[in-house]
């Protein structure tokens, strides 16, 4: 059968940027240039995981949240960087 694993949350990538950036003591708005040819001319306005079928079927439920995750995803990024085997 197919399951969404998500968390039922909706986050904004300028949400994302703050605390990736932030992890590593740097503003976003320093480094990250917004270029108005990438914007998509439709936006979607809500991109949104429903775990319910996970959740009831197999008893899933996240385990980190949304800012464990991105600080975890920076350290695996830095880790990389430093030679260091990235492990899950």
Do not use: C
Not at 9 to 14: A, C, D, I, L, P
Not at 19 to 39: K, T, W
Not at 58 to 80: C, I
């Amino acid at each position: 059968d197919d399951y969404v694993v998500a968390t039922g949350e909706t986050h904004s990538v300028r949400k994302f940027l703050e605390i990736a950036f932030a992890h590593v003591g740097l503003n976003y708005e320093d480094y990250v240039v917004i270029d108005p040819e990438f914007i998509r001319p439709a936006e979607v306005e809500l991109l949104l995981g429903n775990p319910a079928k996970a959740k009831a079927q197999l008893g899933w439920k996240p385990a980190v949240s949304f800012e464990q995750l991105v600080t975890m995803m920076v350290d695996a990024d830095l880790d990389r960087q430093m030679g260091k085997t990235v492990t899950a």
